[in-house]
T-cell receptor
Framework: GENVEQHPSTLSVQEGDSAVIKCTYS??????FPWYKQELGKRPQLIID?????GEKKDQRIAVTLNKTAKHFSLHITETQPEDSAVYFC?????????????FGRGTSLIVHP | DSGVTQTPKHLITATGQRVTLRCSPR?????VYWYQQSLDQGLQFLIQ???????AKGNILERFSAQQFPDLHSELNLSSLELGDSALYFC????????????FGPGTRLTVT
């Protein structure tokens, strides 16, 4: 089955700095890679996703890059703000056959210091 | 508010018992997903239903079962509960059968004593 490794487990930055979270996956059949943000005591929320036919996707201060050959994808947050503090999860899944079985990374706790 | 509702919010029960968690998807969403989140196992996909039929299965124990009813709400049944089943259980819904944005409910926190 799929295995997703996520690093680092904790990331502490100063407000305004950039933050990068990296994930690797094992199954070459995986073709959909969402990122979720989970604030303390709240539900996970999708912040950005990328499919395997795209190398990079950007949404304002957030971007995701995908390297299919190396089987890794990364989340980039620029100009971090204190409200970006949360746990971020990556996931990898195959969407073939009409099913969706995501495997999640263990999460990165991002702390943005004002 | 994602539009997905889950009941109850909290549940405390004893080992060996059985509980039912309930989820109502967003209006119009046909897919329902169940997830378990615990400190030691992280976030794990359990099972997906689409329009009443099981579509995909993840790391769901045999003691657990789920179903989706004609009105599209879903229930997750956990039986012969063990201490290790204590976790946050989320359901999510989406309009698509696979991939795409999922909207998570607020979760049910299950404590097994």
């Amino acid at each position: 089955g799929e295995n997703v490794e996520q690093h680092p487990s904790t990331l502490s930055v100063q407000e305004g700095d950039s933050a990068v979270i990296k994930c690797t996956y094992s199954d070459s059949a995986s073709n959909y890679f969402p990122w979720y943000k989970q604030e303390l005591g709240k539900r996970p929320q999708l912040i950005i996703d990328i499919r395997s036919n795209v190398g990079e996707k950007k949404d304002q201060r957030i971007a995701v890059t995908l390297n299919k050959t190396a089987k890794h994808f990364s989340l980039h947050i620029t100009e971090t703000q204190p409200e970006d503090s949360a746990v971020y999860f990556c996931a990898a899944s195959s969407t073939t056959g009409g099913s969706y079985i995501p495997t999640f990374g263990r999460g990165t706790s991002l702390i943005v210091h004002p | 508010d994602s539009g997905v509702t889950q009941t109850p919010k909290h549940l405390i029960t004893a080992t060996g018992q059985r509980v039912t968690l309930r989820c109502s998807p967003r209006s119009g969403d046909l897919s329902v997903y169940w997830y378990q989140q615990s400190l030691d196992q992280g976030l794990q996909f359990l099972i997906q239903y689409y329009n009443g039929e099981e579509r995909a299965k993840g790391n769901i124990l045999e003691r657990f079962s789920a179903q989706q009813f004609p009105d599209l709400h879903s229930e997750l049944n956990l039986s012969s509960l063990e201490l290790g089943d204590s976790a946050l259980y989320f359901c999510a819904s989406s309009a698509r059968t696979s991939g795409g944005e999922q909207y998570f409910g607020p979760g049910t926190r299950l404590t097994v004593t």
